[in-house]
């Protein structure tokens, strides 16, 4: 892959994930009943970084979990005979409880709709909703994100990658190019 350029800086996500934070208090009227979910591996840091911000802005610290969708995808058997199972851990009743699923990077949907089947699993929340930093389109399902960090239209032959400090060393957005073969 050809390193294009970079999208969102340090300052950049760290603004997109305080606004997501604000959007969802405002939305969810306060913080009760809200939870957040993230969705491995970097939906994962994000979420803490917005149970972080939640609790600074409203003083009170909501739950959290971590959600493994690898045997929910629908591309499984294209991924190998033995795909990688990772821990799904959500230490509380989802029951009547509003939950943001975080991701990193809302595609195709497909990752959201495993997500969903994911979590219905585990139970059955009041209200979902889909938190992402980067939106970069060319949708296959009918799925949007309910809170965006940035809306990145980007061609099918580029790839956005999230670096964040806790899984790469650094807070970025970057476009790459896949090299043609």
């Known amino acids: 892959m050809i390193f294009k350029s970079k999208l969102l800086n340090e300052d950049e996500v760290r603004r997109a994930l305080t606004r997501i934070a604000h959007e969802v208090i405002e939305k969810n009227k306060g913080v009760d009943r809200l939870c957040f979910v993230g969705i ?3 939906g994962i840091s994000l979420a ?12 009170k610290r909501v739950p959290m979990g971590i959600l493994d969708i690898t045997l929910y995808r629908d591309d499984l058997s294209e991924i190998g005979l ?7 851990r959500i230490p509380f009743d989802l029951g009547g409880k509003a939950v943001v699923l975080v991701d990193d990077v809302l595609y195709t949907g ?11 699993d585990q139970g ?5 909703y889909l938190a992402v930093l980067v939106d970069r389109g060319h949708r296959e399902l009918p799925i949007r994100a309910d ?16 670096k ?16 043609a073969s």
């Open 40 to 42: 491995h591996t970097r």
């Open 48 to 59: 803490k970084r917005l149970v972080d911000l939640v609790e600074k802005f409203e003083g």
């Open 82 to 88: 033995q795909p990688k199972v990772r821990e799904t």
């Open 110 to 120: 497909r990752t959201a709709r495993a997500a969903l089947d994911a979590l219905i």
């Open 124 to 128: 059955r929340p009041s209200r979902i």
């Open 147 to 162: 809170f965006v960090g940035k809306n990145l239209p980007t061609s099918k032959s580029e790839v956005v990658k999230v």
């Open 164 to 179: 964040t400090l806790e899984d790469d060393g650094e807070d970025a957005v970057e476009l790459w190019e896949v090299e």
